[in-house]
C-alpha cells in the first residue's frame, strides 16, 4: 500500500511521542486549594473528597513548605469559619484577627515566596451559606460589594498576594481594585472568578467548609451552564474593571468556555478543577474503575490543552509528583 501521508510515524514510540507533545505540565501551571479549620494540630480528612484534608493553621504551614519544595507557587486558601461568627452582615469575614487574616501571616511567615491567594466571598461567613448578603430572599448585590472591599483589603493588610473573587456579584472587580489602591495595596493582584457557574459539582467543597445554601441556590448570582456567550462578557468586563487573571469555574464540563475566555482575553486564564471533579476521580478509582494517576494527567492535561494557563486542583501535589 502506497501512503503519501503517515500520521502514525509521529506516534510510533515514546520518544517521538513527547517530542511533539503539544502540552505539557510544570509544577508552575497549578494553585492548590487549602482548607483551614481553628485549632491546633488539627488534620481533618473530608468526607467526600478522599485523602483531602482541612488542617489547623500549624500543619497547614508544613503543607505549604512541602509543596514549595515540590515546586508549586501557589495556594489558595479557604477557612472553615465558626458557627458562632456567622451572621447575616459577613463582619468576620473583615476580622483582623479572623482565621483568614492569621492564616495569611503566619503562611507568609513561614514561607514568603509561595503566592498566597485568598478566596473573597461571604458564603463561609453567612448564616444562610450564601455569598453575599441576604434581604427578603434575595442577595444585594451593592451591599455585598461594598463588604468585599472590606474582605479584600483585610486579606492585602494581612499579606495576601492576590485576593479572588469568588462571589459573581456585579461590579465588584473594580469596586475591590479601586479600593486597594484607596488604600495603597498597589501590588495586590486579583484573580476574578469571573465565569463561575452554578454547579452540582461544589457539593464537596460545601461539605468542607459547611457552607451549603440554607435556601434556594446560587442561581441568581453564578451563571447558567446552558451559557457560553456570557462567560465571555463576564470576562471582557472584569478584565476592564482590572482583573489580572480571570477563571473559568469549573473546569471539565466547560472546556469549550476555557478556551473562549482564554482567546477572548489578553489575561491568563486559570480554571477550576472543583471538588465534584477530584471526587468523581477518587470515587471511580476506589472502585477500581479507572486508573487513577492517568486520570489526573489525562485531565490535567486537557484543561491546559482547553486554553488554561492556570489551573486550581486538589490533584496538584499528585500531578507533580507523577511528572517529575
Ligand atoms: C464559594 C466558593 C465555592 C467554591 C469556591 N469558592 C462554592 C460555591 O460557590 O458554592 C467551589 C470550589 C470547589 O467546589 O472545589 N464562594
Not at 483585610?154 to 473573587?165: E, L, M, N, R
Request: glycine letters at 6%.
Amino acid at each position: 500500500m502506497y501512503l503519501q501521508k503517515r500520521n502514525r510515524i509521529l506516534r510510533s514510540n515514546a520518544s517521538i511521542r513527547s517530542l511533539v507533545a503539544e502540552t505539557t505540565l510544570t509544577p508552575n501551571d497549578f494553585i492548590v486549594p487549602l482548607f483551614i479549620e481553628e485549632g491546633e494540630n488539627k488534620r481533618t480528612e473530608i468526607a467526600s473528597m478522599p485523602n483531602y484534608f482541612r488542617m489547623s493553621i500549624d500543619n497547614t504551614i508544613k503543607e505549604v513548605k512541602e509543596l514549595y519544595g515540590l515546586g508549586i507557587k501557589s495556594i489558595l486558601l479557604f477557612v472553615k469559619a465558626k458557627d458562632e461568627t456567622k451572621d447575616n452582615t459577613g463582619k468576620e469575614a473583615w476580622n483582623k484577627n479572623g482565621l483568614m487574616q492569621e492564616s495569611i501571616k503566619a503562611i507568609k511567615q513561614a514561607c514568603p515566596e509561595m503566592l498566597v491567594m485568598t478566596d473573597v466571598a461571604l458564603d463561609p461567613y453567612s448564616i444562610y451559606g450564601h455569598d453575599g448578603i441576604v434581604k427578603d430572599g434575595e442577595i444585594l448585590n451593592d451591599e455585598t460589594v461594598e463588604a468585599l472591599v472590606k474582605m479584600s483589603i483585610s486579606h492585602a493588610a494581612a499579606g495576601a498576594d492576590f485576593v479572588a473573587p469568588s462571589d459573581m456579584m456585579d461590579g465588584r472587580i473594580g469596586a475591590i481594585r479601586k479600593g486597594l489602591e484607596e488604600n495603597n495595596y498597589t501590588n495586590v493582584g486579583i484573580m476574578a472568578y469571573s465565569a463561575k457557574y452554578a454547579s452540582c459539582f461544589y457539593g464537596p467543597f460545601r461539605d468542607a467548609l459547611d457552607s451549603a445554601p440554607g435556601f434556594g441556590d446560587k442561581k441568581t448570582y453564578q451563571m447558567s451552564y446552558a451559557n457560553r456567550i456570557e462567560a465571555i462578557k463576564e470576562s471582557l468586563i472584569d478584565v476592564e474593571e482590572g482583573a489580572d487573571i480571570v477563571m473559568v469555574k469549573p473546569a471539565l464540563s466547560y472546556l469549550d468556555i476555557i478556551r473562549e475566555v482564554k482567546n477572548a482575553v489578553q489575561v491568563p486564564v486559570s480554571a477550576y478543577n472543583i471538588s465534584g471533579e477530584y471526587a468523581m476521580i477518587k470515587a471511580a478509582a476506589k472502585m477500581g474503575w479507572i486508573d487513577e494517576n492517568k486520570a489526573i494527567l489525562e485531565t490535567l492535561t486537557s484543561i491546559k490543552r482547553a486554553g488554561a494557563d492556570l489551573i486550581a486542583t486538589y490533584f496538584a501535589k499528585d500531578a507533580v509528583k507523577l511528572i517529575s
